[in-house]
C-alpha cells in the first residue's frame, strides 16, 4: 500500500488497493532538447482495456546546482491517455531538491503491451545558462525540510480498473524494482535523496543539460562617454563563449555585438563575475543584453537593460586661427565642431563683398581642425570668411596686419 501524499499542508489522501501482480516501472533518459529529460514507463502485461487513473513522478537534483531553476511537465502527446498534472511544491531531501508531479485522469484508453515502454512526459529545466548535471527520477520518503512534517515523494502508477500498479517491497512501500536501466543513459541503485538506504531508491543520469542561474546583468555609465556591463553567473563547465550585444532599439534582430568573452572555469554554486566596456555608446537609448552560447550551440539571451547617452553637440561652431594675420603667417586653420559629417563650404571676401577664394572643406562628426587656402598675397586690412554647413552659417571676421 502506498502511503498518502503531503506537501506543505495540502494533504492528496489516495486509498488503493493492489488486486493484480500486474506492475509498471519507470526509467528516465535525456530529452531531445536541450534541459529535459523524458520519463518513460513499461508494463509488464498486456492489455488494451485500462488507462492511467494516478502517476505521479518526480525528479531530483543536487540542491547546490537548484538556485533559481524551476521545472515543468509536458505530458506526452501520443500513447499514454490524458493526465491533468499538478506541479508539487518543491522541497529540499538532503542535499537533494526534488520536483513532484501528480497526474490524475477520470477516463481515457491506452494500449499495454508487455516489455514495450510508453513515453509518458517530459520534464523541463529553466532559470539561465545551460550546463550539465545529474538528473534523478526518485522513490523515496522523508522529512519536508521547512515544515518538518513526513511526506512521499515518489514514483506511482495507478489504472482504473487494476488499482496500484507500481513495485514495492513488503513493508516499507518502496522497492528498486519500480525502476528498470537503460544502457548506458541510466543507472538503478539506493543511492537515495534522504535518509538511509532503505528509505527509497533513485534511478540516476548524468550530464543532462541543466540551466544554471544568471546571477546578475547589469549595465551603467562609466563616466560621460562609456557603459560599464558586469555579469555573474555560477558554473559555466559547458558554456563556449559570452557576447555583449548592443541595438538602438531593442528590437529582435537589430543588436550588433560588441564584446565577447571566453566563460572562467569554476564549478558549483560560487559566483563568477564578468566585465566589458562600450567605449562609444550610441547617441540617445543603448539597449544591452548578454548572449550566452553552449559548447552544443545553443543560445541563451539575458533580460535587456537600457543605458541613455547624451552625446550628440548642442551647438555647431567655427573658430579661425591664428587671427589677426601677419606677414609671418604660413597657415590658416579652422576649429569645426560639427554634429554629423557633411561638407561644408567657405568664402574669403573683402570689405565690398569681393570674393577672394571659395572651397569646401569635409568635416568628419565631433571636434576637428582643417586647412583653409585663399590667403597667400593678401594685402594689410579686413576680410570676412563664411562657413555655411548642414546646420551653420557663421562669418569670421578676419584681420591682416604687416
Known amino acids: 500500500m502506498k502511503k498518502s501524499l ?22 528516465i533518459k535525456p530529452g531531445t532538447a ?10 509488464d502485461f498486456t492489455d488494451n482495456a485500462q488507462f492511467l487513473r494516478n502517476l505521479i513522478l518526480t525528479v531530483a ?10 521545472a515543468t511537465i509536458t505530458p506526452a502527446a501520443s ?10 511544491p518543491v522541497e529540499v531531501f538532503g542535499t537533494e531538491t526534488v520536483y513532484a508531479f501528480n497526474g490524475t485522469a477520470s477516463n481515457g484508453s491506452m494500449t499495454f503491451t508487455n516489455g514495450v515502454e510508453i513515453l509518458a512526459a517530459t520534464i523541463t529545466f529553466s532559470g539561465g545558462i545551460p550546463r550539465t548535471s545529474q538528473i534523478k527520477l526518485a522513490d523515496y520518503t522523508g522529512a519536508i525540510s521547512n515544515t518538518g512534517a513526513t511526506s512521499n515523494a515518489l514514483f506511482y502508477a495507478e489504472l482504473n480498473a487494476f488499482g496500484d500498479v507500481t513495485p514495492a517491497s513488503a ?12 544502457p548506458s543513459q541510466s543507472t538503478v541503485g539506493s543511492n537515495v535523496v534522504g535518509g538511509s538506504p532503505n528509505n527509497g531508491f533513485s534511478q540516476t543520469i548524468n550530464n543532462v543539460g541543466l540551466p544554471v542561474q544568471l546571477l546578475s546583468f547589469t549595465a551603467q555609465k562609466a563616466g560621460d562617454t562609456k557603459t560599464l556591463i558586469h555579469w555573474a553567473t555560477t ?6 563563449a559570452f557576447e555583449v550585444e548592443r541595438s538602438a532599439t531593442g528590437l529582435n534582430g537589430s543588436y550588433t555585438t560588441i564584446a565577447t568573452q571566453a566563460p572562467q572555469s569554476g564549478n558549483g554554486s560560487a559566483s563568477i563575475d564578468y566585465k566589458a566596456y562600450d567605449a562609444a555608446p550610441l ?10 552560447t553552449g559548447i552544443t550551440g545553443e543560445v541563451t539571451y539575458s533580460a535587456v537593460q537600457e543605458i541613455r547617452f547624451n552625446t550628440k ?11 589677426p594675420l601677419t606677414a609671418d603667417t604660413r597657415e590658416v586653420k579652422v576649429d569645426v565642431t560639427a554634429q554629423s559629417n557633411q561638407t561644408m563650404t567657405y568664402l574669403l571676401s573683402d570689405l565690398t563683398g569681393r570674393v577672394i577664394y571659395q572651397g569646401q572643406l569635409n568635416v568628419t562628426a565631433g571636434q576637428g581642425q582643417y586647412a583653409l587656402q585663399g590667403f597667400d598675397g593678401l594685402s594689410t586690412g579686413t576680410y570676412f570668411v563664411q562657413v555655411k554647413g548642414t546646420s551653420l552659417t557663421q562669418t569670421i571676421k578676419v584681420i591682416k596686419t604687416n
Not at 313 to 323: D, G, Y
Open 313 to 323: 553637440l548642442s551647438t555647431e561652431s567655427v573658430r579661425l586661427f591664428p587671427n
Open 6 to 27: 503531503i506537501f506543505l499542508g495540502s494533504i492528496l489522501s489516495l486509498t488503493w488497493s493492489q488486486v493484480s501482480a500486474q506492475s509498471i516501472r519507470a526509467t
Open 283 to 292: 547617441n540617445g537609448v543603448n539597449y544591452y543584453r548578454l548572449k550566452t
Open 235 to 240: 558554473s559555466t563547465s559547458t558554456v563556449a
Open 61 to 70: 537534483i543536487p540542491t547546490a546546482q537548484a538556485s533559481g531553476v524551476t
Open 34 to 43: 536541450n534541459s529535459t529529460v523524458d520519463i518513460y514507463i513499461r508494463p
Open 171 to 182: 513493508g516499507s512501500g518502496l522497492s528498486i524494482d519500480d525502476f528498470y536501466a537503460t
Open 79 to 88: 500513447g499514454i491517455n490524458s493526465l491533468n498534472y499538478v506541479s508539487e
